[in-house]
């Protein structure tokens, strides 16, 4: 298709902004901008950004280089939002995450060791975790970082995740299951990929997700 100068796309900019009522009253939503490099994506997504003036802005950015690193996508992030010092050893990380998810949620508490694969430490080991069966884990991790974002993101948010074609598989998985908890979470999801295969597709996996495709 022919590339429109970015005044003429006003049925782009009528959907973004249609997409940010629902999300002020609750009701989250994921709208994918897919298109080759320089068709105006980035551009699409600062409106996006200026539309969402009043909310908590929050950006991913995924790195070609890093598409078979786990969770890479995530980590910048989940480290930022947790904000803890995690720099000792695995029983330090485990005390400083375990005083972090207390001041959250009591039950989030014994299972802090699942966040070492994301955030990338060493996390001593819980009762809990120990007798978690290892292909339950990354479901349980899911619920956790879920549990986590749904109490600690609990105004209008709007978060873009740029270049998800080059995401790795389990922050694909991750923001697939965040994408089923969008219709109760006020979170605005946008992102942005080339129109080929790899990373994150809201359509190809399981569950697909509904997404505002433009």
């Not at 902004?17 to 551009?43: D, H, N, Y």
């Amino acid at each position: 298709p022919e590339k429109l100068p970015f005044v003429d796309r006003e049925r782009e900019r009528a959907v973004l902004a249609a997409s940010v009522a629902p999300v002020r009253m609750g009701f989250g939503t994921l709208v994918e901008l897919v298109g080759e490099p320089g068709i105006g994506k980035s551009r699409l997504a600062a409106e996006l950004r200026d539309n969402c003036g009043d909310m908590r802005q929050i950006g991913l950015r995924c790195e070609q280089y890093e598409t078979s690193t786990p969770y890479h996508a995530f980590r910048p992030f989940l480290r930022s939002i947790l904000g803890v010092e995690l720099n000792g050893g695995g029983k330090h990380n485990r005390v400083a995450l375990a005083e972090r998810l207390a001041a959250v949620d009591d039950d989030l508490v014994p299972w802090a060791p699942l966040l070492a694969a994301p955030l990338d430490v060493e996390v001593d080991s819980t009762p809990e975790v120990d007798d978690l069966d290892p292909s339950f884990r990354r479901a349980r991790l899911h619920g956790l970082v879920s549990s986590l974002l749904g109490r600690l993101l609990d105004s209008p948010t709007l978060l873009v995740l740029e270049d998800v074609h080059w995401m790795d598989d389990a922050s694909s998985e991750l923001l697939r299951h965040l994408g089923t908890q969008l219709p109760t979470r006020p979170w605005l999801t946008c992102t942005t990929r080339r129109a080929e295969g790899g990373g994150f597709a809201a359509a190809e996996g399981t569950p697909p997700l509904p997404a505002l495709t433009l």
